[in-house]
C-alpha cells in the first residue's frame, strides 16, 4: 500500500509549489482521499498552510483558523468518514470508469460494494451523468468547478 502524501517537514508544502491555489488543494486531497493507498495528511494542510523550503513548511499551527472553521477540514472530516463507512474506498479495486475533458471518473470495487468517484478539474461546472440507481454520498451533479463527487452504485 502506498503512502499518499502531498506535503511534509522534507519538502515544500503543496500549497506553495500550486501557488497558493486553495481550490488546487482542495482537490487534490479530495483524490488523496478516494484513491488507493493510505492518504497522510501534513499539519496545516487541512486549514491551507502555506510554506516554502525549509524552515517555512514547519510553519507553526494556526489555531485560529480550526476556530473560525475551514472547507478542507470540513472535507477531510467528510471524506474520511466515508471511508471508513465504505471499505470500498480503503482497499477496493481501482477501476477506470470515464475520461472527459478536464476530469475523470473511477470505481473502487470491493466484495458488492462499488463505490464511484469523479473529479472535475476545470474552472467551469462539468454536466456528470450519475448512473441510474446511484446514490450520491458526497459532492453534486452537475459538478462544480475543481470539486469531485462520491456516489454509491447499485449491484451489478
Not at 515544500?12 to 491555489?21: D, G, K, P, S, V
Request: cysteine-free; aromatic content about 8%; glycine content about 8%.
Amino acid at each position: 500500500v502506498s503512502h499518499n502524501l502531498f506535503s511534509s517537514h522534507d519538502v515544500e508544502r503543496f500549497l506553495h509549489m500550486a501557488n497558493e491555489n486553495v481550490e488546487a488543494l482542495r482537490l487534490a486531497t479530495f483524490l488523496q482521499l478516494t484513491i488507493p493507498g493510505a492518504p497522510g495528511i501534513y499539519y496545516g494542510d487541512e486549514v491551507a498552510v502555506g510554506g516554502g523550503r525549509d524552515p517555512l513548511n514547519r510553519a507553526a499551527f494556526p489555531w485560529e483558523r480550526v476556530d473560525e472553521g475551514h472547507d478542507l477540514t470540513e472535507l477531510i472530516t467528510s471524506l474520511t468518514s466515508l471511508r471508513r463507512h465504505h471499505p470500498a474506498l480503503r482497499q477496493g479495486r481501482f477501476r477506470e470508469a470515464d475520461r472527459f475533458d478536464e476530469g475523470f471518473a473511477f470505481t473502487r470495487e470491493l466484495d458488492d460494494q462499488r463505490i464511484l468517484v469523479a473529479l472535475n478539474n476545470s474552472t467551469r461546472p462539468l454536466d456528470y451523468d450519475v448512473p441510474d440507481g446511484a446514490t450520491v454520498l458526497f459532492g453534486e451533479a452537475p459538478l462544480p468547478p475543481m470539486t469531485g463527487l462520491v456516489a454509491q452504485l447499485v449491484e451489478a
